[in-house]
């Protein structure tokens, strides 16, 4: 591949944690000749009958691709394993449905196997000459100054010590890596856990062994307060997940009262599951939490740099934390050749050029939560997402609706929230125009035609009732 470097096979990095972040890591430092060790704390996925975890299935788009491509793996996943989502299929509570596009040039997501990605890109890894796989190596203890690692084996407890020139933490929302580096000054950071809980069930296949509804889309029963979604899986099922408050899980105590909620609020998704599936599974399992973390900088000196989840964990209601965190490996490969491999240049001007990125979309991820709870429910929303449709109909170029610019571009997501606040000017502009000029006309004419007070009236009375309705929403879409 292009940039190909052989200089760096004396510079041995340590990417710790072998998730979908970790592999890819592995990978494209590989592609750069360095001498890669990975280490992860469970055994090979690839042995497992059973992979313990969250998540089964996730929704990926363009920069997730475009970093599989990057290690020539992009075909496998997405041709011969993804199944597309072309759009939102809206269930409403009295079991009819709608279907929102994605996008008007019939883009699509892709919902993907995170245990076949997984693997798909441990193997890529291994396939490469300078990478060392250990499995089973969980980092317990960390010296940054010394470059020093200590790993416990989970079964038999025994530790070893190694070192590296690099240390790179893929190591998940609960990094390790990072908890060392906060031991440092200098290093920001928050987390913040969400009040609501997200649990997996499924919809089997039917009778016939075929998806029990239509594959192509990412279905969802916004709720309000509660929400479930369903990813299409390969065999052909669904996995079904449910958020909603913690406090509501645990009301759900008895298999009555969880099939009257169930009845009230989502009664068509009752038969995909089945009764008796439903009730088991959910007291088999319990609601899981959510976490979003924000930290910076990404790097201590030229020793340590944090990718993933373990720089920037986020709700998942972007469907973006395993796409911004592939993409994080595709901004830090093009700084390495951009910088021509400096460790001492590149790693501080990773920090500096992601951490706007990755805080970005860490505040979407948060803001699409309120979307996909409540907003497809709304006719303000809907009403906005057929203007931006129609704005980006006729201004391609300029007008391109959020979703959109997260989803199916690589502009950096900071970016995309700048040009969503411009257009959100320019509508709120154009439509106290189009209402001032309303408004100026209709007086001129009716005080011609002698009945100004009556229509002044009722005009008063309709634009303060349109501006109560509008500000809360207004007021949401202006932050973002
Ligand atoms: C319910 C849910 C749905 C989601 N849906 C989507 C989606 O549709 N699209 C999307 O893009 N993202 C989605 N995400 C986010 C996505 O799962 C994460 O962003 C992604 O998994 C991050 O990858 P990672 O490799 O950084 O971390 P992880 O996947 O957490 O991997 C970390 C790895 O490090 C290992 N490890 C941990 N600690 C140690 C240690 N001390 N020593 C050694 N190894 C260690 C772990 O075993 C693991 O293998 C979803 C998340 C959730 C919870």
Redesign the pocket.
């Known amino acids: 591949m292009e940039g190909k470097s052989n200089k760096n096979s004396d510079t041995q990095v340590a990417v710790?944690?072998?998730?979908?972040?970790?592999?890819l890591e592995a990978c494209m430092l590989a592609q750069r000749g360095y001498d890669v060790h990975l280490?992860?704390?469970?055994e090979d996925i690839r042995t497992l009958e059973h992979v313990p975890?969250?998540?089964i299935?996730?929704?990926?788009?363009v920069r997730?691709r475009t970093a599989l491509r990057h290690i020539g793996v992009e075909d496998s996943i997405i041709a011969h394993h993804a199944i597309p989502m072309r759009a939102r299929m809206i269930h409403r509570p009295d079991g009819s449905t709608a279907a929102i596009p994605y996008n008007k040039d019939g883009q699509c997501i892709y919902s993907v196997g995170?245990r076949f990605v997984?693997e798909v890109l441990l193997t890529k890894a291994e396939s490469f000459p300078n990478v060392t796989c250990h499995f089973q190596?969980?980092?317990?203890a960390m010296d940054i100054t010394t470059r020093t690692m200590t790993?416990t084996n989970p079964t038999t407890e025994e530790t070893n010590t190694r070192t590296a020139d690099l240390i790179i933490g893929?190591?998940?929302?609960?990094?390790?890596?990072r908890k060392e580096m906060l031991k440092r000054a200098n290093l920001n950071y928050s987390q913040n856990y969400i009040p609501h809980g997200?649990m997996?069930l499924c919809i089997p296949a039917d009778k016939h062994g075929e998806f029990a509804m239509p594959p192509n889309y990412l279905h969802i029963w916004p709720r309000g307060e509660y929400m479930m979604i369903a990813?299409p899986n390969q065999d052909k099922s669904w996995t079904v997940?449910l958020f909603m408050p913690f406090n509501i899980f645990e009301s759900l105590t008895s298999p009555q009262i969880l099939m009257n909620f169930f009845q009230q609020n989502y009664p068509d998704a009752i038969p995909l599951i089945g009764e008796e599936k439903l009730v088991k599974d959910f007291f088999a399992n319990k609601g899981?939490p959510?976490i979003s973390v924000k930290c910076s900088p990404y790097h201590v000196g030229s020793s340590c740099l944090l990718?993933?989840?373990?720089a920037h964990?986020?709700v998942?209601f972007y469907?973006?934390?395993?796409?911004?965190?592939m993409e994080d490996c595709l901004v830090f490969d093009e700084l390495l050749t951009k910088l021509d491999y400096d460790l001492s240049l590149v790693l501080p001007a990773y920090s500096a050029k992601r951490n706007p990125d990755a805080e970005a979309i860490v505040d979407l991820a948060m803001y699409n939560y309120v979307e996909m709870r409540d907003m497809v429910n709304s006719r303000w929303f809907l009403l906005r997402k057929k203007l931006d449709n129609f704005l980006n109909l006729i201004f391609p170029r300029s007008w391109v609706p959020l979703y959109t610019m997260v989803t199916f571009s690589r502009e950096p997501y900071h970016m995309c929230i700048k040009k969503k606040q411009r257009q959100d000017k320019v509508l709120h502009c154009t439509s106290l125009a189009v209402l001032g000029t309303a408004v100026v006309g209709g007086v001129v004419l009716t005080w011609r035609s002698g009945s100004a007070s009556d229509w002044l009236h009722k005009t008063f009375n309709f634009v303060v009732t349109a501006g109560r309705s509008a500000v809360p929403y207004l007021d949401h879409v202006t932050l973002y």
Do not use: I, K
């Open positions: 710790v944690g072998a998730g979908l972040v970790g592999s280490y992860e704390y469970r975890g969250r998540s299935n996730l929704a990926m788009s997730g995170r997984n190596h969980r980092l317990t790993f893929c190591d998940g929302a609960f990094s390790a890596v997200y997996e990813l997940t899981l959510m990718l993933g989840d373990a964990a986020m998942p469907g973006q934390g395993m796409n911004c965190g």
